[in-house]
C-alpha cells in the first residue's frame, strides 16, 4: 500500500497561486492513477483532477484552465499547481491513489488517501 502526505496549503488573496505536494512511500505514484479532490464545511468531498499512469490528466470544468497536475517520479510526489485562486476554491485539498476504474473522478474509486491540506483564498 501507499501513505500520502500533502503540504503546501494556506492563505492567499484572490488571484493568486499556490502549489501543493502529495509526497507518497510505500509504492511509487506512477503505479496509481493518482487524484485531487476538496471539500469545504458543509459540502461533499469534490473531484478536482486526476494524472494517469501515462501521465495524461483530466479536471473538473471549474478548475479546468487554471489548475494543473504533474508528476515528479524520481521524487514520488505528485503535485497541485493553482493558479487564478478564486474565494470559492477555499477547501481542504486531498490526494488520493487508486488501482483504476471506470469513474476516476468519484471518491469511491480510490483506496488511499492524505490528510488533507487547508486552503482558503481572500477576496
Known amino acids: 500500500q501507499v501513505q500520502l502526505v500533502e503540504s503546501g496549503g494556506g492563505l492567499v488573496q484572490a488571484g493568486g497561486s499556490l502549489r501543493l505536494s502529495c509526497a507518497a512511500s510505500g509504492r511509487t505514484v506512477s503505479s496509481y492513477i493518482m487524484g485531487w479532490f476538496r471539500q469545504s464545511p458543509g459540502k461533499e468531498r469534490e473531484f478536482v483532477g486526476f494524472?494517469?499512469?501515462?501521465?495524461?490528466?483530466t479536471y473538473a470544468d471549474s478548475v479546468k484552465g487554471r489548475f494543473t497536475i504533474s508528476r515528479d517520479n524520481a521524487k514520488n510526489t505528485v503535485y497541485l499547481q493553482m493558479n487564478s485562486l478564486k474565494p470559492e476554491d477555499t477547501a481542504v485539498y486531498y490526494c488520493a491513489a487508486s488501482g483504476g476504474g471506470a469513474v476516476m473522478w468519484s471518491p469511491r474509486n480510490y483506496d488511499y488517501w492524505g490528510q488533507g491540506t487547508q486552503v482558503a483564498v481572500s477576496s
Open positions: 494524472i494517469t499512469w501515462s501521465g495524461s490528466t
